[in-house]
Nanobody, 121 residues
Framework: QVQLVESGGGLVQAGGSLKLSCVAS????????MGWFRQAPGKEREFVAA????????NYAGFVKGRFTISRDNAKNTVYLQMNSLKPEDTAVYYC??????????????WGQGTQVTVSS
């Protein structure tokens, strides 16, 4: 089973930036589209962004367009999420996982521990 380790979260003021990283174990990382999801307290987990295996196609939730950028480095088995212009409503635990490149839904019930992002107003 692929292990996913997210990092890079923290406490930041509104308008600030953070860059999240997710390192995946396994040699087949480049074969999968990867996505970022987030879950705020009392809410369901929601899709944030996804990128295909070849770094050619990206997809974003409407609420992050223009503020977040997803990228990946297949040589490092790592997917990133650069978050700019953060808002208090971006506060959540952020997770990465492999996703379907067509539906952006998780392929497996396989999640890391997540990384907490807290944005103060």
């Amino acid at each position: 089973q692929v292990q996913l380790v997210e990092s890079g979260g923290g406490l930041v003021q509104a308008g600030g930036s953070l860059k999240l990283s997710c390192v995946a174990s396994g040699r087949t990382f480049r074969n999968y589209a990867m996505g970022w999801f987030r879950q705020a307290p009392g809410k369901e987990r929601e899709f944030v962004a996804a990128i295909d295996g070849s770094n050619a196609a990206v997809n974003y939730a409407g609420f992050v367009k223009g503020r977040f950028t997803i990228s990946r480095d297949n040589a490092k088995n790592t997917v990133y999420l650069q978050m700019n212009s953060l808002k208090p409503e971006d506060t959540a635990v952020y997770y990465c996982t492999a996703v379907s490149p067509t539906t952006m839904t998780p392929l497996f019930d396989n999640w890391g521990q997540g990384t907490q992002v807290t944005v103060s107003s």
